[in-house]
């Protein structure tokens, strides 16, 4: 179903939602390489639900690969 999505930010988006669990507003807000904290993303006040600072582990190959295609998508 992804493919069917032709912008390619929302599709990063969206698999940035499946790999790490992020709310739909955190997806669209995150910027990949300030968030990419090596073993974890560090999520801003500003980007989540409650303005509460969060972190995320990053413990899966294919959630460093989503990470990694993210930076690259953002520039």
Do not use: N
Not at 6 to 22: C, E, N, P, T, Y
Not at 23 to 39: F, M, N, V
């Amino acid at each position: 179903q992804l493919a069917r999505v032709k912008d390619v930010h929302i599709r990063m988006s969206l698999r940035l939602q499946l790999a790490f669990g992020l709310r739909r507003e955190e997806a669209l807000k995150i910027q990949p390489r300030w968030a990419d904290r090596g073993d974890h993303l560090q999520l801003k006040a500003s980007w989540t639900k409650g303005g509460k600072e969060r972190e995320i582990p990053i413990g899966t190959d294919a959630q460093r690969q989503v990470l990694d295609q993210a930076k690259a998508l953002a520039g």
